[in-house]
């Protein structure tokens, strides 16, 4: 299971950033689309795995987080030690792709637990 969610986190970052720079879009742009899209398959990746919740999203994030650790040596070296200011903005934008996966990921393990609860009254 947390395989099949590291996948596709790694096949999200692909697919997302692939079709933005397909279509055009800017950096505010990518984004946006990088924090809806982790937070859509979260919440359908807490909806199959119930039991997990919000810890799902943690796995779903991974795969950004090894690829910002793999690209820091190949960044511009003038940008990494001063300036703060720029490690703190990828900071603020790393934590908003956690949020946003940790809570799609609980809010679909929500409504599947929801549901199974309905169902087992019906009975």
């Avoid at 099949?4 to 720079?21: D, E, M, Q, R, Y």
């Avoid at 795969?63 to 490690?87: E, S």
Wanted: with cysteine.
């Amino acid at each position: 299971m947390r395989l099949k969610v590291f996948l596709t986190g790694l096949l999200l970052i692909f697919a997302v950033t692939g079709s933005l720079f397909l279509f055009g879009g800017d950096a505010r742009t990518l984004l946006l689309a990088h924090v809806a899209a982790y937070g859509v398959v979260g919440v359908a990746v807490g909806f199959l795995w119930p039991k997990v919740g919000w810890r799902l999203g943690l796995w779903l994030v991974a795969p950004w987080f090894i690829m910002q650790i793999v690209t820091i040596p190949l960044a511009d070296r003038g940008a990494l030690p001063g300036d703060a200011k720029g490690l703190l903005g990828e900071l603020a934008k790393n934590l908003l792709l956690v949020v946003a996966a940790c809570f799609g990921a609980e809010v679909g393990a929500i409504i599947k637990r929801r549901r199974l609860a309905d169902l087992s009254l019906d009975i």
